[in-house]
């Protein structure tokens, strides 16, 4: 009787365990969520454009249409785009002032947007050839706190194996198998590469 227990005790743990295990990421992809966030209730995030050190407007459109889109995917709130006055800095996108965080412009954005959160980031590296490599840096503040409760980063390089089976195992979960190029598909457009980065990093606000 003792030893039925215990396989039933072993197996229970297992399953847990299995059950708590993340889906497979990048070894790359860095990423962490406070205690804060748990306790949060976000409803609606305001996502900031990113930055480049580069002046190519493009770009971050691309990089930021990725992470509205794959925010959104997430379910887990509403999600606005920071779209006012695009060619010009203005210091609503300064959120970050001499690496302190500015107070004041997150509550002018949080009551501007109704937001109880903002997504920000910034592009490290880009790549839009083969092979692709994005690189890019994203957190998130509460306008309640003005603290990140969630931040991640990673740097996508497509010549990495690792980085091509996560690009294989994204096309099948999200495209059509029969689509022309296969997974390669992915790697003939920075747009796409965008979205398969903005995926990864997005997905672990889930973990």
Request: hydrophobic letters at 40%.
């Amino acid at each position: 009787m003792k030893y039925t227990l215990r396989i039933i005790c072993i197996c229970l743990f297992v399953a847990v365990g299995c059950a708590s295990v993340p889906p497979q990421y990048s070894s790359s992809l860095n990423y962490n969520k406070t205690g804060e966030f748990q306790k949060t209730q976000i409803r609606r995030v305001l996502l900031l454009p990113f930055e480049y050190d580069v002046d190519r407007d493009a770009i971050i459109e691309e990089v930021t249409e990725a992470f509205a889109v794959e925010l959104r995917k997430t379910g887990s709130f509403e999600v606005v785009v920071f779209n006012e006055n695009k060619t010009t800095r203005t210091p609503e996108r300064d959120i970050w002032v001499k690496g302190a965080i500015d107070l004041n412009t997150i509550l002018t954005l949080k009551k501007r947007y109704d937001a109880d959160a903002i997504v920000f980031g910034s592009i490290t590296h880009y790549r839009p050839y083969e092979p692709m490599l994005l690189g890019v840096k994203v957190g998130m503040i509460s306008t309640d706190t003005g603290t990140v409760v969630w931040s991640a980063d990673g740097v996508f390089d497509s010549n990495e194996n690792e980085v091509a089976e996560l690009v294989k195992h994204y096309f099948e979960s999200t495209h059509q198998k029969s689509a022309l190029y296969g997974w390669k598909l992915i790697l003939l457009s920075m747009r796409r590469y965008s979205q398969f980065v903005a995926n990864q990093i997005t997905e672990t606000l889930r973990y």
